[in-house]
């Protein structure tokens, strides 16, 4: 039995619905979810916690049916992108604020634990107002980590921060989660923090869970053209018009590409294809072996962050590959130049049509 168990999920809430969501976690499992705005992320993080009430469907933790609990009774943290603190109190306060109800014989030594694990034991006596948003959020997660809640979820926790802060929190929550044990549902845009904390993805669009499953499954074999998009993949569909020696070749309307998944001649397949596993060259390479090379015209560059995205064109089909800032130094190309995309036969996912 899972640890976590969503079955069925539905809420209607008149200009908005959760429209039956499903899925199961293990304990210790982290699961990210990413969707656009809208997508009822939310509301089906505060359906667990018990702030709503779902019109059908069940929730179950550790075995045990909470689909009508209080919220008070589930034992389960919730962390907003807010922090939520005390102005009045201390840090050290905050922290202890979530154990009015069951105190620990030493509080002093556990909270010092705690802060000191999330790299705050140095701030206890500070008062919120004199913090950094990074130091704040640790401090808002110390206050419900301290109570070892069975189910801790968290929606856009990371989302005021800088970059640089950023990364120092996703490091030292992953620690602070990973000594406990803790199971974790964390809602973000951020495709850099499902990566680094999460072993399990879900997509959310209109009220669905769209996908759901292991992390690297999601990202390379996206089941429809909106998730490849969301989470940075193309998503071409084609046939199959060859298949031997456990490969599969695919027509994508003119432009084929061999892919090491098998399938049957004259399938109708998806294909999906990570932009950051397209590599580009000025030049025709000599040698093909494992990679499909495609001629392409470079029609755009867009830079996003520490990369580049390539818009190419071959034939009549557009994609997009990420290169970082040496990389395109190295390319040295302007709009309009004919590059060769390089593709790993292995990249070339299959999904069933």
């Not at 499902?194 to 993805?201: E, F, N, S």
């Not at 990202?219 to 053209?225: E, G, K, L, Q």
């Not at 800032?325 to 004919?338: E, I, P, Q, T």
Request: proline content about 4%; hydrophobic content about 40%.
């Amino acid at each position: 039995m899972s640890f976590v168990e969503i079955e069925d999920l539905h809420i209607d809430l008149g200009e908005f619905s959760l429209k039956g969501v499903s899925l199961s976690l293990d304990r210790g499992d982290y699961l990210a979810i990413i969707g656009p705005t809208g997508a009822g992320k939310t509301i089906f993080l505060e359906s667990i916690v018990g702030f709503w009430q779902p019109d059908r469907g069940r929730i179950r933790l550790s075995g045990r049916d909470i689909t009508r609990e209080l919220p008070e009774k589930r034992h389960i943290g919730i962390v907003y992108q807010d922090y939520a603190l005390m102005p009045h109190m201390t840090v050290q306060q905050n922290i202890a604020y979530g154990l009015k109800k069951h105190k620990p014989k030493n509080m002093d030594a556990a909270i010092r634990d705690m802060a000191r694990s999330l790299n705050i034991d140095h701030l206890l006596h500070r008062k919120p107002a004199t913090l950094s948003g990074g130091e704040q959020q640790r401090a808002s997660l110390a206050r419900v980590l301290i109570v070892e809640p069975q189910l801790l979820l968290m929606d856009e926790p990371f989302s005021a921060l800088d970059q640089q802060t950023r990364r120092q929190a996703r490091r030292l929550l992953k620690k602070a989660v990973a000594e406990r044990g803790t199971t974790v549902i964390h809602i973000t845009h951020d495709l850099d923090d499902a990566w680094a904390l999460a072993d399990k993805l879900a997509v959310f669009k209109d009220g669905r869970a769209l996908q759901f499953g292991p992390l690297n499954t999601v990202f390379s074999r996206p089941r429809s053209r909106f998730v490849a998009e969301f989470v940075g993949a193309e998503f071409f569909s084609g046939t199959v018009v060859g298949a031997r020696n456990n490969t599969s070749e695919i027509d994508l309307g003119g432009l084929r590409l061999t892919s090491l998944d098998p399938a049957e001649k004259g399938a109708k397949v998806n294909v999906a294809i990570r932009h950051e596993d397209i590599r580009v060259t000025g030049d025709k390479p000599a040698c093909r072996n494992g990679f499909n090379v495609v001629a392409a015209t470079l029609e755009d560059v867009v830079p996003e962050g520490s990369a580049s995205l390539l818009d190419l064109r071959a034939r009549d089909i557009a994609f997009n590959a990420l290169l970082t800032h040496n990389a395109m130094d190295r390319l040295n190309a302007d709009k309009g130049d004919n590059l060769y995309a390089l593709i790993k036969k292995e990249h070339v996912k299959i999904v069933p049509a």
